[in-house]
């Protein structure tokens, strides 16, 4: 099976790479700089689950990109999606299956406006990973599963093509016969997380002991309302293991959107809060917690973009 992996940050070259490892035909589409990165230093994971080392790993750029392929595995942020569909068009071809690896369901819009509806699996993985500065993928804790299905829930010949292409790779991977479900509870999960720990600039833990143990819980409730209005009410177990997750003293948690406020990069905001929030049919949407963390990081974005633009035109004045 030839696979292509669209982007080779944290997550793609995390999966890409154990794919790699496993001795699985896979390419990387890539821009130049990650491409120059890659031919430089190779691909490299740092994990405790176990170190791997590649030098050149096999990339393809968009210009370059002729071939159809079986798999495309998706793993670019949302910021980038547009680009990336349009990047990876020409690798589609008629039997080709697109496993996308992003958060929310925003992107599934976007892809099935382009590809046949068909063509687009169901997916979602559980990965605490980062890039370290010289491009090395950094797996912080061990674990590292993936789930996908086809969006039906029916069984079929290609997902259990995939399966057996991911099985032998060193992670955790699992066909599922209700992936929508599962994505819209990860969604209801991540949503809930960003959304409280970006707008109070505080770990879990801190939030509780700052007298706010409800704050995170009535958030959860008001994600799951919006799931449960769309067909998919978040499961029991996982709705219990949510609410002890957000109400356990000394936490720690945070959510990836904090970090990158924290670093001054872009955030997934309409990504996974604002793409909520428009599917909510509560008619007191003005006055809810999910539109006031949206409105909170939406505020963030439009100060970065503002200094950014100041930045530009102050060096722009600077004689040379």
Not at 33 to 51: E, V
Request: hydrophobic letters at 45%; charged letters at 20%.
């Amino acid at each position: 099976m030839r696979i292509l992996v669209v982007g080779a940050g944290a997550v793609g070259g995390y999966f890409g790479g154990r794919l790699l490892q496993a001795k699985r035909d896979v390419t990387f589409l890539v821009r130049e700089r990650r491409s120059a990165q890659l031919r430089q230093s190779g691909l490299s994971i740092r994990s405790p689950t176990g170190d791997f080392d590649l030098p050149s790993p096999p990339t393809v750029q968009a210009g370059t990109l002729r071939q159809s392929f079986d798999l495309i595995l998706l793993a670019c942020k949302a910021n980038d999606l547009d680009a990336a569909i349009e990047s990876f068009t020409p690798a589609v071809g008629a039997h080709t299956a697109i496993l996308p690896l992003l958060n929310g369901m925003r992107h599934l819009d976007a892809l099935d406006a382009k590809f046949d509806r068909a063509t687009i699996l169901g997916g979602q993985c559980v990965i605490s990973a980062t890039l370290g500065p010289e491009g090395t993928i950094l797996h912080l804790n061990e674990i590292h599963r993936l789930a996908f299905g086809e969006r039906d829930g029916a069984p079929s010949v290609r997902a259990n093509a995939i399966l057996a292409e991911f099985s032998s790779a060193r992670f955790d991977a699992t066909l599922s016969d209700s992936i929508l479900q599962e994505m819209w509870e990860k969604w209801v999960f991540i949503a809930t997380a960003a959304g409280i720990t970006c707008l109070m600039r505080a770990t879990i833990g801190d939030i509780i002991a700052a007298n706010g143990p409800d704050l995170a819980s009535t958030l959860l409730d008001e994600c799951a309302d919006i799931a449960r209005s769309a067909g998919f009410a978040p499961r029991e177990a996982s709705l219990h293991r949510s609410r002890l997750m957000f109400t356990t003293a000394g936490s720690a948690l945070t959510a990836s959107m904090l970090r990158d406020i924290e670093r001054g990069s872009p955030t997934e905001a309409e990504q996974i809060l604002g793409d909520l929030l428009r599917r909510q049919v509560s008619q007191s949407t003005r006055t809810s917690l999910l539109h006031v963390a949206h409105a909170h990081v939406k505020a963030y974005e439009g100060r970065r973009a503002r200094e950014l633009a100041e930045q530009s035109a102050r060096k722009q004045r600077v004689p040379t």
